[in-house]
């Protein structure tokens, strides 16, 4: 198969699976190439390219970046970016900053209703002492819950505390989807709007793909319908962006996988191929930008 599942979550985040097994899931899914997407960190990159260099497969080098618009949480996807570039890291390091905010935010709303989850309970049930560069979200905070008792699954989790409008739920200052495409630009990447069909605001992506500079839409995804594939891959179209496509794997709890097994949605060799030309369209211009506010040329 030519075929890339450009989002997936690794122990980075909240996925379960470490990036090597993430890349060793994709070689035996017979998949050319793995997204690796952390939520606002590139810590699991390194260890992947390692790992893709056994395989013999090839990691999309990828972030997702936590945005609002509106009081609607969206998320932007970024390939290619300078995964070394400093202030792309302290740009994601803010954000991480603001995730652990939420985190514990959400913790306190929980003790308020009666709930009495500790964060080192919830840390326990991200399985690892944190890295500085890693994130804790509300999986882990989902599986915490499930732990104790207090629901009967993660899913039961979401459901009566942490989803959108749910008493625990907690949507803190966010960038705005237009400041996060703007740093992946930046950085020299190609920026996504991820998962449009979840948002429920078809006039808020249509406005990043003609306005807001986004290079695409994650069209396919594990938790699109048909009809939603097929609208995201005309709007695609329509504004001459790329329809991009990935299962969001986060690995898999008692049996479930969250939110599809690595290749279940995927995009072919030439939607990898129009995202590092996009990218480096992207590094061109920054590299441009950067010269003449050093008071060279371009050419220099």
Known sequence: MNRADLHTHTTASDGLHRPAENVRMAAEAG????????????????????????????????????????????????????????????RLASQRRVRDSRNELIVAKLNELGVSLTWEAVLDAAGRDRGPDETVG?????????????????QEAFDRYLAEGRPAYVLPPRIAPADAIAWIHEAGGAAVVAHP?????????????????????????????????????????????????????????????Y??????????????????????H???????AASRDDGGTASD
């Not at 497969?57 to 995964?83: K, N, W």
């Not at 939110?259 to 480096?280: D, F, M, N, Q, Y």
């Open 31 to 90: 998949l050319a190439a793995i997204g690796i997407t952390d939520h606002d960190t590139v810590a699991g990159l390194e260890e992947a390219r390692e790992a893709a260099k056994a395989y013999g497969i090839e990691v999309v080098p990828g972030v997702e970046i936590s945005t609002a618009r509106d009081g609607q949480d969206i998320h932007i996807l970024g390939f290619y970016a300078d995964d070394r570039d400093p202030v792309f890291l302290e």
């Open 138 to 154: 509300r999986p882990h905070i989902a599986e915490a819950l499930h732990r104790m008792g207090a629901v009967e699954s993660v």
């Open 197 to 257: 069909g979840l948002y429920g605001a078809d006039a808020a992506v249509e406005a990043l793909l003609r306005d807001g500079g986004a290079d695409g839409v994650e069209a396919y995804h594990s938790d699109h319908t048909a009809e939603d594939e097929e609208r995201y891959a005309a709007m695609a179209r329509r504004f001459g962006a790329v329809a991009t496509g990935g299962s969001d794997f986060h690995g898999a709890r008692k049996g479930r996988v």
């Open 259 to 280: 939110h599809g097994p690595i290749g279940w949605r995927t995009a072919g060799a030439a939607v990898v191929t129009e995202l590092k030309s996009r990218a480096s």
């Open 282 to 288: 992207h590094r061109a211009k920054a590299t441009g």
